[in-house]
């Protein structure tokens, strides 16, 4: 089937928004699949012409299943102009191209959104949709903006550089900002010194580490986006990762669905990251691993094609289908159901750990090859028992973790691998702090922490053990404590902590399939 594309511009409130339409070449009226995006770097330098060819050739199965789709760079980005400032205009910028697209004379009264990682949140922003609105796509991202920002009130370094990156990119900003940036002191007014201007956003966000903070109930917060799709009622494929960063949050989304509309989406688990790919040089390649090696690289179209046509979709509704890793399966089912806790033992006495904030730990993140142990003495590495038979761990793993610190408050750290014959494969992390779980806390007193860490499906053999790190935090994924307690944003210098752990104490608790 002949493919046409062309491109439009059209103004809303004060930007030009340069939109691609790829459509079948003949006069009708047909589905339109919506996504727009601000990752078109470099797109300034092409022209039109070169961007709407690049665009057709890459999608012409959209055409040949009979498909308008619609490609649009988001405000301030690409060949769109005005200022891209990350989430804050979305809501009104998405809801404005459907009102435009009802206009055309192609559109057949269905429209189907389609979004992977920022490109799912500012679809998420325009919740709840409109009648018009037959079904949607969803891969790796959450809708809760809260727990995009931090984790047990720990703010995700990588998070807060990508906003920097982004922010009003097209304006002439110098930036001076790397990893780096996020430790200095304090971090209050950071977006001041980094852009030359207050992002009011991201400076209100900072003082709001915890998940009940009102800011998050404010627009600058995400709260257009909070549940968006949990009462949906339309049949919506939401894709994720175990190694993703935002996995757990896509879990949450599933089981807060109110169950009329979980019983016509899927959520389908890979054993692989962000992007559905792994690391070929520091990590594991399973067979048939990725989403499109299993179901084909056009399984969006089929999802699509399942809706319109009313047939049953290529994986079943109502359940979540999860790639069991290690065993290099896959399978569909309830997940939770028909499992069990087994509880197990840390076994290694007192250890202490100092905790020097200006030197902290660095891990890699969950799915490639941890470093061996011994590395650092702010890293306590253990090994559990080997295990007496095969089991299948199926959930959330659990840790208790009695500690004690010299200090008002500071952070723990926990890091789950499994040992193979290669090398320990990391799985699983969990952080927290005395102050965020406890509340309060007395300088020596001896508390346990609760680690819940994100869902997980792995075979573990007999005679195979797991791995366990134990930190004060990971450099590369979070903002490192101050070890002080207050607004961590105000506080203006570094103690060092002398903390402790006793793992006769603590325990690891694997839910496993029975």
């Known amino acids: 089937m002949e493919a046409y594309a062309y491109y439009e511009y059209y103004n809303f409130n004060g930007a030009n928004f340069f939109t691609i339409i790829l459509k079948p070449n003949r006069i009708g009226k047909f589905p339109v699949v919506v996504t727009r995006s601000p990752y078109v770097s470099g797109a300034e330098e092409k022209s039109e012409e070169e961007l709407v060819d690049q665009f057709k050739n890459g999608n012409i199965p959209w055409v040949e299943n009979n498909y308008v789709l619609i490609f649009q760079h988001c405000r301030g980005r690409g060949k769109s102009s005005g200022e891209f400032v990350p989430y804050i205009y979305e809501r009104e910028d998405g809801l404005s191209l459907r009102d435009w697209i009802r206009k055309q004379n192609f559109y057949n009264g269905q429209i189907f959104l389609l979004g992977g990682s920022y490109t799912a949140s500012l679809h998420y922003s325009t919740a709840p949709f409109e009648e018009d609105i037959k079904g949607a796509v969803f891969r790796v991202q959450d809708s809760e903006r809260y727990r995009l920002w931090y984790r047990n009130g720990n703010m995700r370094r990588g998070h807060a550089n990508w906003y920097f990156n982004l922010y009003k990119d097209k304006s002439d900003f110098k930036k001076v900002h ?70 757990g949050g896509i879990f949450k989304m599933w089981n807060e669905m109110e169950q009329e509309t979980k019983e016509k989406c899927a959520l389908i688990v890979s054993p692989y990251n962000h992007g559905d790919s792994y690391d070929a040089e520091n990590g594991i390649g399973f067979p048939s691993g990725s989403i499109a090696e299993q179901f084909g690289k056009n399984y969006l179209i089929k999802w699509f094609n399942a809706i319109i046509k009313n047939e049953k979709p290529f994986v079943k509704t109502g359940k979540i289908t999860y790639y069991r890793t290690f065993e290099n399966t896959w399978e569909t089912d309830f997940y939770s159901v028909k499992t069990e806790e087994i509880v197990v033992p840390l076994i290694g006495g007192e250890k202490t750990l100092v905790y020097n ?158």
């Open 178 to 247: 790397d990893m780096e940036s996020f430790s200095e002191l304090p971090i209050k007014n950071l977006s001041e010194r980094v852009l030359g201007e207050r992002a009011e956003d991201f400076e209100q966000m900072l003082s709001a580490p915890g998940f009940d903070h009102p800011f998050w109930k404010t627009r600058f917060g995400g709260n257009e986006a909070r549940n968006a799709v949990s009462a949906a009622n339309i049949p919506i494929l939401l894709t994720t990762g175990y190694n993703d960063f935002y996995v």
């Open 357 to 514: 904030p200006e030197d902290p730990p660095e891990f890699h993140p969950e799915g490639v090859w941890m470093d061996a142990p011994g590395k650092r003495e702010d890293v306590i590495t253990i090994y559990t028992n080997p295990a007496e038979k095969d089991v299948f761990v199926k959930g959330q793993i659990k840790a208790k973790l009695t500690v004690q610190s010299d200090c008002d408050d500071t952070s723990f750290y926990i890091m789950i691998g499994i040992h193979t014959e290669k090398g320990d494969y990391a799985l699983r992390h969990d952080i927290t702090s005395l102050l965020y779980q406890k509340g309060r806390y007395e300088k020596n007193e001896k508390v346990v922490l609760n680690f819940v860490f994100d869902a997980y499906a792995f075979a573990m053999k007999k005679g195979q053990c797991l791995r366990i790190d134990i930190a004060p935090t990971d450099k590369n994924t979070y903002i490192c404590h101050r070890n002080q307690k207050g607004d961590y944003s105000l506080i203006e210098s570094y103690k060092t902590a002398t903390n402790k752990v006793f793992l006769d104490e603590s325990v690891l608790i694997l839910t496993i399939e029975k």
